[in-house]
């Protein structure tokens, strides 16, 4: 027989071993909670942006595998459109035309244009069901080509960086300021609303 201090009856092994269960299911069920929250708090703080507050920093690659970084572009004199899209999305289809055209306009040859696309998204497929979408790299240039985007792609792989500016739907246009804070926000599109933001670049 073991000797008594490394004897364990098997009525307390089964407690301890309970125990264990019971604090490690503990463990997990607060893990999932802070998860859940933390998702919420990203999602919320887009939700929460007003004209005037200070715009989300981010990082993201462009299509063509450079960095980007908001807090290094951010200038005085030379505000930024992030133009949030998706290749599945039909008015964005619409949006685009538009955003090249204002763009055109030499009055506002200092504001510079940057596309985010926006992957991991639920939108219709072909057959119209609605489906988690991945927005392939070659999809991204196929689309570029075809509307004639002349302007940087953003890469916004898992919809991260569309949640902090609320970009909930597609498209959604921001204006940043010179000061680095919000100065105009645009859900949807309809005909009409590319010339209420023309209007707005020629005056900041």
């Not at 572009?73 to 899209?85: G, T, V, W």
């Not at 290749?87 to 985010?116: F, G, H, N, Q």
């Not at 497929?125 to 004639?148: A, P």
């Not at 921001?174 to 645009?186: F, L, N």
Request: hydrophobic share 40%; glycine share 8%.
């Amino acid at each position: 027989m073991q000797p008594d201090s490394y004897y364990l009856p098997q009525q307390y092994e089964q407690k301890v071993v309970s125990k264990f269960g019971v604090d490690l299911l503990r463990t997990k069920v607060w893990i999932l909670i802070i998860i859940f929250n933390i998702g919420i708090s990203v999602a919320q703080e887009g939700m929460d942006l007003r004209l005037g507050d200070p715009a989300p920093t981010f990082y993201l690659r462009s299509l063509e595998g450079e960095n980007f970084f908001l807090s290094k572009e951010i200038k005085a004199d030379s505000p930024i459109i992030l133009s949030f899209y998706a290749t599945w999305c039909i008015p964005c289809r619409k949006e685009i035309p538009a955003l090249e055209e204002i763009m055109k306009d030499p009055s506002i040859e200092s504001v510079r244009l940057y596309y985010v696309n926006v992957g991991g998204l639920i939108g219709a497929d072909e057959g119209g069901d609605l489906v988690k979408q991945r927005e392939e790299t070659d999809k991204v240039r196929r689309h570029r080509e075809r509307f004639k985007m002349t302007h940087p792609i953003l890469l916004d792989r898992y919809a991260l960086t569309a949640q902090k500016f609320g970009a909930d739907s597609l498209p959604t246009v921001v204006v940043i300021g010179g000061d680095g804070t919000i100065m105009y926000q645009h859900w949807g599109f309809e005909s009409g609303d590319e010339k209420k933001l023309h209007k707005i670049l020629k005056t900041i």
